[in-house]
């Protein structure tokens, strides 16, 4: 298994590896030996899964309009001085946010979340499914909190049609 190792680049690796190593379990291999190859295909398929998630992540905030204002609220936190309202940084205008709120909540009944057809282990296609999901709903969360906060400076937030938890039902159904 060692000598593979290094070439277990794709998640179809991972999976190739495993089932060779349940062949050789079959015709022998210690079980400590097993086990120890057993957590490092393991291992390594968890980096490939999380690097895909946090891949796609990425693009479901850009495909759904959010990325925008999680941009500008981290450059607003570099710079943040007390009293300043996110209002008055570029980016978190009442205006555009009230735009990309409003492309978000287009896309929640039919999300942009991928299936993962490609993770043939239907325990980490739910997993990887749900930790999209998630990451998506904690930067709503984060949105949501900004625009109701004092910080946000928002005179007019009745463009908030859900509440966190409700846009994690929707995006985890």
């Known amino acids: 298994m060692e000598p593979v190792l290094p070439s277990c680049l794709e998640l179809e690796d991972a999976v190739a590896m495993k089932i060779a190593l349940n062949a050789m379990k079959k015709i022998g291999l210690e079980g400590n030996c097993a086990s120890k190859w057993d957590a490092i ?56 946010t009230q735009k990309a709120i409003t492309a978000f ?35 709503y969360t984060k949105i949501h909190e900004l625009i109701k906060s004092e910080k946000g400076g928002y005179d007019n937030d009745s463009f908030l049609t859900y509440d966190p938890s409700q846009i994690d039902s929707m995006l985890s159904s």
């Open 105 to 139: 909540y287009a896309i929640l009944y039919d999300p942009p979340i991928p299936s993962y057809g490609n993770i043939k282990d239907p325990v980490l296609r739910k997993y990887a499914r749900n930790k999209v999901a998630g990451n998506i709903t904690a930067v």
């Open 41 to 96: 295909i393991s291992e390594k398929e968890q980096i490939m899964i999380d690097a895909e998630i946090a891949s796609d992540t990425k693009n479901v905030l850009e495909d759904c309009g959010l990325a925008q204002i999680q941009n500008a609220m981290e450059r607003m936190e570099a710079v943040y001085v007390e009293g300043m309202t996110a209002t008055s940084h570029p980016g978190l205008s009442e205006d555009s």
